[in-house]
């Protein structure tokens, strides 16, 4: 099983910059796809940002130019660089990934535990 494990978050004021990282271990055959979502209470969870493969990341329109995504496949970890943070982007931010225990398994989605990023106006 893969298990996620997320640091960073917290509280700042609108304007300010934080950053998350999540580490993922356990076994693991491949890991294609790592990102982040985040969830407002009451609210859909959201894609902000992920990088499938090769591809380049992939980014929400509303993040777009303010938040950069990041991996490395080494170390199997993935970072999202917030600047410039609104008051809209509070939210409990989820990472997540999709991946392979052992080369027979299909991909699976795992989830992180959630770490809670407020922004104040």
């Known amino acids: 099983q893969v298990q996620l494990v997320e640091s960073g978050g917290g509280s700042v004021q609108a304007g300010g910059s934080l950053r998350l990282s999540c580490d993922a271990s356990?076994?693991?055959?491949?890991?294609?796809?790592m990102g982040w979502y985040r969830q407002v209470s009451g609210k859909q969870r959201e894609l902000v940002a992920d990088i499938v493969g090769d591809d380049g990341p992939k980014y929400v329109d509303s993040v777009k130019g303010r938040f950069t995504i990041s991996r490395s496949n080494a170390k199997k970890t993935v970072s999202l660089e917030m600047n410039s943070l609104k008051p809209e982007d509070t939210a409990v931010y989820f990472c997540y990934a999709k991946a392979r225990a052992t080369w027979r398994d299909d991909l699976e989605i795992y989830w992180g535990q959630g770490t809670q990023v407020t922004v104040s106006s």
């Open positions: 356990g076994t693991i055959w491949s890991i294609p796809t």
